[in-house]
């Protein structure tokens, strides 16, 4: 049973830090394509980024430069490390998983297409 949890969400000030962590379990973390996606009040889910099985990374452009994605195969964990954080990536945080294709297409990310999904960490910034 494919099982992913998040950690590491929490409330910080505008232009602060936080690192979330998903654990995965239940399948071959390397054989999947991984991805972080979020949903603030009121909002649709928004794909974040995208991590392949060989570890090359994507980003939707409103957090280019500030977050970073990458996946350790040995330990079947996920994170996703944001940096210079502001109000708007306030959101519920989740990490995804898909494993339908050998690499993970973009339009996955945009629309999230992804087969296994977390239940989330809540992120909060205050400015």
């Known amino acids: 049973q494919v099982q992913l949890v998040e950690s590491g969400g929490g409330s910080v000030q505008s232009g602060g830090s936080l690192r979330l962590s998903c654990a995965a379990s239940?399948?071959?973390?390397?054989?999947?394509?991984m991805g972080w996606f979020r949903q603030a009040p009121g909002a649709g889910r928004e794909g974040v980024a995208l991590?392949?099985?060989?570890?090359?990374?994507d980003y939707v452009d409103s957090v280019k430069g500030r977050f970073t994605i990458s996946r350790d195969n040995a330990k079947n964990t996920l994170t996703l490390q944001m940096n210079s954080l502001k109000p708007e990536d306030a959101a519920m945080y989740y990490c995804a998983a898909d494993g339908s294709k050998s690499i993970c297409e973009w339009w996955q990310l945009l629309h999230s297409r992804f087969e296994y999904w977390g239940r989330g960490t809540q992120v909060t910034v205050s400015s």
């Open positions: 239940g399948y071959t973390f390397s054989n999947y394509c």
């Open positions: 991590i392949q099985r060989d570890g090359k990374p």
